[in-house]
């Protein structure tokens, strides 16, 4: 299985300042053939399901912010919030879909500082 | 729009078969997309139970493939769970997500999400 190990756990950040959330797989989630990541970034708020942010590493969903972004390649992958809103405090979550078992990260609690 | 919405009991007695099932509005059963079950433990992380194609083929998380069954009914747009021989730790919300398919770069990521339902293992 591929491990997904995501930090910090916990995140506090001032509203309007920049959040960074790293990610790392243990294998590569990189395909030769395409040229193309398998990896996404969930948000999820409380008492909701998680939402899609960013597929294919690092490509925005429709609807979704653009201080959203994501970056990284291969093994290393990050999440940045550009500038921080109060509607942004949730938990977020990697995931591979490179290999089964499709993995998760064991998320990341943004918070207000 | 595309909706899904999950059902089923929530409360199984330990020992015996969780049954869930999801139902898909806005859409029609077809090839390009592959139809999934997710679950989270109260206060815990995500984790991926299996996912079925529309034709019927699956991948099952190996964890749990030997009391997993998921199927397909095209003719009522809905995808099934069962998770036999229930314990406590299968205690979770359990979610149905759909995640696109294309030939050319294999699956993608959740788009969308049902509204998930908790699901107790108790007696």
């Known amino acids: 299985d591929i491990v997904m190990t995501q930090s910090p756990e916990f995140l506090a950040v001032s509203l309007g300042e920049r959040a960074t959330i790293n990610c790392r797989s243990s294998?590569?989630?990189?395909?030769?053939?395409?040229?193309?990541?398998?990896f996404a970034w969930y948000q999820q708020k409380p008492r909701q399901p998680p939402k899609l942010l960013i597929n294919?590493?690092?490509t925005r969903e429709s609807g979704v912010p653009d201080r959203f972004s994501g970056s990284g390649s291969g093994t290393d992958f990050t999440l940045t919030i550009s500038s921080l809103q109060a509607e942004d405090v949730a938990v977020y979550y990697c995931?591979?879909?490179?290999?089964?078992?499709?993995?998760f990260g064991q998320g990341t609690k943004v918070e207000i500082k | 729009q595309v909706q899904l919405q999950e059902s089923g009991p929530g409360l199984v007695k330990p020992s015996e078969t969780l049954s869930l099932t999801c139902d898909v509005s806005g859409h029609s059963f077809s090839s390009g997309y592959y139809w999934g079950w997710i679950r989270q433990p109260p206060g815990k992380g995500l984790e991926w139970i299996g996912s079925i194609y529309y034709s019927g083929s699956t991948y099952y998380n190996p964890s749990l493939k030997s009391r997993v069954t998921i199927s397909v009914d095209t003719s009522k747009n809905r995808f099934s769970l069962k998770l036999n021989s229930v314990t406590a730790a299968d205690t979770a919300v359990y979610y149905c997500?759909?995640?696109?398919?294309?030939?050319?770069?294999?699956?993608?990521?959740?788009?969308?999400w049902g509204q998930g339902t908790m699901v107790t293992v108790s007696s």
């Open positions: 997500a759909r995640a696109p398919y294309s030939g050319y770069n294999g699956v993608s990521a959740f788009d969308i």
């Open positions: 294919w590493s690092s």
């Open positions: 294998q590569t989630v990189l395909s030769n053939s395409n040229n193309k990541n398998y």
């Open positions: 995931q591979q879909y490179y290999s089964t078992p499709w993995t």
